[in-house]
């Protein structure tokens, strides 16, 4: 076999031929001895490994070149070619090593190219599946996540995909071939206008109307996913695969966000200077640049600020740090919003400032509506978009805390003077947080159910300290935001505002393609594991080995705790009385099926799902859990209902639930009266 796993080994070659291999990142003796034969590598393994656990990631022959620096002709000439292999040269020129997708005959001139191309099709279930392991990939990597698809039917499964990626700013390339030129309009087999479709939900969208404009076009969807991050979409028609021309494949534009404005930088760096009370707010910019970690906290530590993180960016700061005060949003770190809501300076340092991360959590508002607000984004059409700006500054994260930072350096500052009072305020609010959090864990659970805090607060004590979590969305993965942090970035995944179901699993199966070294591990509720379940099956025929935890409390949980507190405990469409056991499915599908129905169990099966990465095999813990639930996400969007109709009046609503809980919760087992 070869052996591609740049991410985890540095492949040297001596004089004679042979290939050493570091591996940093993995010291267990893997491979013994590596020896280059003709094109091809010959990998030597330790006698108690599985020869499935390497996989090749890109061609020799590419790897050979990248080590030489030389570049193909054709990106110095145009070169006589199909659009095919222009397009998958292109794909070669932008780094392109994984394709999600399935396979389909519109594409196929295509895709016979990519094992020579070094690109690796993984072949999934379902083409939303797809999109989101691209969207992980991307994530993970800070690279391009390709997915491709059969024209019609296919791509109209992407879009659910692609629009999580477009809120979570992930340079996804969806390539989408399309009905022919010469039958698109007649109502052909497989056919939709699918331009429309992406319009909304993509940075940029290339028709390849000419053969000719293939590689054009396609670097052009390239370079701009990258530079606006955001999903772009190449459109194809079918017969525009099998054009010849004389391409000139373009290279990669590198193109850079700078600082920003000098004098608005200025202007916050004057801001951050007399500020008494500055706090940070860090979002997902912050893990998007290059600098963001570093220049965040040399910043940080300069004014010795709490730092807060933005709604699922658990990420954006390490929670070694002691400055780090969690992140904001549903179910958030109460110790940051009490610090945010006493600040007179806010740095929002790399978000949009998404309305739905600042929303009043617990009973209470937290944003300071009177602080100074400097917010620093990448994208000139979100600064200011949703709260005033006394501050705006369009720039790169990393970039703007590193000139604010040198603009601070030497001067005094007016924080200074309360320093110690702040960090002693920080450490308690901390332990005052991890107390409270200690105490919505506590108390019995039902026999042979696991409550859904305590299952988290046991899973959070077992995570490996490089591991990255991608979280569904549902009730008790959401409240998981309470128990999820993060020593790096780029360690947590979710469907971010966009807020669809059956995330997490295909999220997480790409980040592991793209980071093989780090273990991966998908929170799924049970209502969002019966629409990407079937991902199972592609984590196991494509060896991608991820841990995915199951929490099995028979409901659409955030759904019913509308329906506790505003609909009169009528269960309409959320009760999941289903008598399947998910472990028994995922061993049908070649997996490890764990079950737990002990809070004692819960470490125990992780450690388990940790140690089966290692051997290459992927693991479905099903947690039976109490049908609890946390608060509701949008108490903002809801009222009691009023019913107007007399056939309908004795539905009306005057008051909230008394007790904020089904009225099935100690009856898990039996379907509701309702």
């Known amino acids: 076999q070869h052996c591609g796993w740049e991410q985890q080994f540095s492949p040297e070659c001596n004089d004679a031929g042979h290939l050493r291999l570091t591996a940093d990142n993995w010291r267990s003796g893997l491979v013994t001895e590596a020896t280059r034969v003709d094109s091809r590598y010959l990998?030597?393994?330790?006698?108690?490994?599985?020869?499935?656990?390497?996989?090749?990631?890109?061609?020799?022959?590419?790897?050979?070149?990248?080590?030489?620096?030389?570049?193909?002709?054709?990106?110095?000439?145009?070169?006589e070619m199909s659009g095919s292999e222009a397009l998958v040269e292109t794909m070669v020129q932008h780094g392109v090593t994984d394709v999600f997708g399935i396979v389909g005959s519109a594409f196929m001139d295509a895709l016979d190219l990519f094992p020579a191309a070094?690109?690796?099709?993984?072949?999934?279930?379902?083409?939303?599946?797809?999109?989101?392991?691209?969207?992980?990939?991307?994530?993970?990597?800070?690279?391009?996540?390709?997915?491709?698809?059969?024209?019609?039917?296919?791509?109209?499964?992407?879009?659910?995909?692609?629009?999580?990626?477009?809120?979570?700013?992930?340079?996804?390339?969806?390539?989408?071939?399309?009905?022919?030129?010469?039958?698109?309009?007649?109502?052909?087999?497989?056919?939709?206008?699918?331009?429309?479709?992406?319009?909304?939900?993509?940075?940029?969208?290339?028709?390849?109307?000419?053969?000719?404009?293939?590689?054009?076009?396609?670097?052009?969807?390239?370079?701009?996913?990258?530079?606006?991050?955001?999903?772009?979409?190449?459109?194809?028609?079918?017969?525009?695969?099998?054009?010849?021309?004389?391409?000139?494949?373009?290279?990669?534009?590198?193109?850079?966000?700078?600082?920003?404005?000098?004098?608005?930088?200025?202007?916050?760096?004057?801001?951050l200077k007399t500020a008494r009370n500055p706090v940070i707010l860090a979002g997902g910019g912050v893990t998007m640049s290059e600098s963001g970690e570093s220049e965040l906290a040399r910043l940080a530590e300069l004014l010795q600020a709490p730092v807060v993180c933005t709604y699922l960016h658990n990420d954006a700061f390490p929670a070694d740090n002691p400055l780090y005060c969690g992140p904001?949003?549903?179910?958030?770190?109460?110790?940051?919003?009490?610090?945010?809501?006493?600040?007179?300076?806010?740095?929002?340092?790399?978000?949009?400032?998404?309305?739905?991360?600042?929303?009043?959590?617990?009973?209470?508002?937290?944003?300071?509506?009177?602080?100074?607000?400097?917010?620093?984004?990448?994208?000139?059409?979100?600064?200011?978009?949703?709260?005033?700006?006394?501050?705006?500054?369009?720039?790169?994260?990393?970039?703007?805390?590193?000139?604010?930072?040198?603009?601070?350096?030497?001067?005094?500052?007016?924080?200074?003077?309360s320093t110690q009072q702040r960090l002693e305020k920080i450490g308690s609010l901390k332990a005052?947080?991890?107390?409270?959090?200690?105490?919505?864990?506590?108390?019995?659970?039902?026999?042979?159910?696991?409550?859904?805090?305590?299952?988290?607060?046991?899973?959070?004590?077992?995570?490996?300290?490089?591991?990255?979590?991608?979280?569904?969305?549902?009730?008790?993965?959401?409240?998981?935001?309470?128990y999820l942090s993060f020593t790096r970035s780029r360690s947590m995944l979710a469907a971010m505002t966009f807020g669809n179901c059956g995330y997490a699993l295909p999220a997480a199966l790409g980040a592991k393609v793209g980071a093989p070294q780090r273990p991966v591990v998908a929170y799924v509720g049970d209502g969002a594991w019966g629409m990407s379940l079937n991902e199972t099956l592609t984590a196991v025929r494509e060896n991608i080995p991820v841990t995915a935890v199951v929490f099995r409390n028979r409901q659409w949980g955030a759904e019913k705790k509308n329906q506790v507190l505003w609909f009169g405990d009528r269960y309409v469409g959320t009760n999941l009385d289903d008598d399947v056991s998910y472990a028994r499915v995922a061993e049908a599908m070649g997996a490890e099926g764990l079950v737990c129905r002990d809070v004692t169990e819960v470490g125990e099966a992780l450690n388990t799902g940790i140690a089966n990465q290692r051997a290459g095999k992927t693991t479905v813990i099903e947690i039976e859990l109490t049908k609890e639930l946390g608060d509701p996400f949008r108490r903002d969007a809801m009222r009691l209902p009023v019913r107007y109709l007399e056939k309908y009046q004795a539905l009306t609503e005057t008051s909230e639930s008394s007790t904020g809980q089904p009225t099935d919760l100690h009856n898990a087992n039996q379907p509701s009266k309702h």
């Open 118 to 271: 070094g690109i690796r099709f993984v072949s999934v279930q379902h083409e939303q599946g797809a999109a989101h392991m691209a969207d992980g990939f991307s994530r993970v990597t800070n690279r391009h996540g390709v997915c491709i698809a059969q024209n019609g039917p296919g791509i109209s499964n992407f879009v659910t995909g692609v629009a999580a990626a477009y809120w979570a700013h992930s340079p996804v390339v969806a390539i989408t071939p399309e009905a022919a030129t010469m039958t698109k309009g007649l109502g052909g087999f497989q056919e939709t206008d699918q331009l429309p479709l992406f319009q909304p939900i993509t940075k940029f969208q290339a028709h390849i109307n000419n053969s000719a404009r293939m590689a054009e076009l396609s670097g052009r969807a390239f370079d701009i996913a990258k530079h606006e991050r955001g999903p772009t979409q190449i459109n194809i028609p079918r017969d525009m695969f099998y054009g010849v021309h004389k391409y000139k494949v373009p290279k990669p534009s590198r193109l850079t966000h700078g600082a920003g404005d000098a004098s608005e930088l200025s202007r916050a760096a004057e801001a």
């Open 328 to 417: 904001l949003g549903y179910q958030g770190n109460q110790a940051g919003m009490r610090l945010i809501s006493e600040a007179d300076v806010v740095l929002a340092l790399g978000t949009r400032l998404s309305p739905f991360g600042t929303l009043p959590q617990y009973n209470a508002p937290y944003w300071p509506e009177t602080a100074t607000l400097i917010q620093v984004d990448s994208d000139p059409r979100r600064v200011g978009l949703t709260k005033a700006v006394d501050v705006p500054i369009c720039g790169d994260a990393g970039k703007a805390a590193g000139r604010i930072r040198e603009l601070l350096e030497g001067r005094e500052l007016a924080s200074a003077a």
């Open 432 to 482: 005052e947080w991890k107390r409270t959090l200690d105490s919505f864990t506590s108390g019995a659970s039902e026999s042979g159910r696991v409550k859904p805090r305590a299952a988290l607060r046991a899973l959070e004590r077992n995570l490996p300290p490089n591991v990255v979590v991608s979280t569904d969305i549902g009730n008790v993965c959401s409240v998981a935001n309470s």
């Open 43 to 79: 990998i030597t393994m330790a006698s108690n490994c599985s020869r499935s656990l390497l996989r090749p990631l890109f061609s020799i022959s590419r790897a050979g070149a990248r080590n030489a620096g030389s570049a193909p002709r054709w990106t110095e000439e145009p070169v």
